[in-house]
């Protein structure tokens, strides 16, 4: 399967306010949750796992304070964003987590 093309900088500034969850920081794009409590969270996290999995995709997933989880993806590979990582983050947000 051939890789996805690193995005330019213009074609991430026309993507961004399609994922309004998201935040770009450098080469990745986050995303902040909070679970009710603390098994909530959990559970936000194994979705999210089920999710990259599936897509053969891994984020970084950074749960703290009990019930936040911070979740960054990049394309490591490509040295930044591509296609794979708005389709990533298109499917944590239909997950129907929200802030």
């Keep these: 399967m ?11 500034e026309k993507i961004m306010p399609m994922f309004p969850y998201w935040d770009r920081d450098d080469k990745k794009i ?3 949750l909070v679970g009710r409590d603390f098994i909530n969270a959990v559970g936000m996290v194994t979705s999210i796992a089920i999710v990259a999995e599936k897509m053969d995709h891994h984020p970084d997933i950074f749960l703290y304070g009990y019930n936040k989880i911070r979740v960054s993806v990049t394309t490591g590979d490509q040295g930044g964003l591509t296609e794979l990582d708005f389709n990533f983050a298109r499917a944590i947000d239909e997950l129907g987590f929200h802030i």
Aim: aromatic fraction near 8%.
């Design 30 to 32: 986050v995303r902040e």
């Design 2 to 12: 051939a890789r996805p093309k690193l995005y330019s900088e213009e074609e991430i």
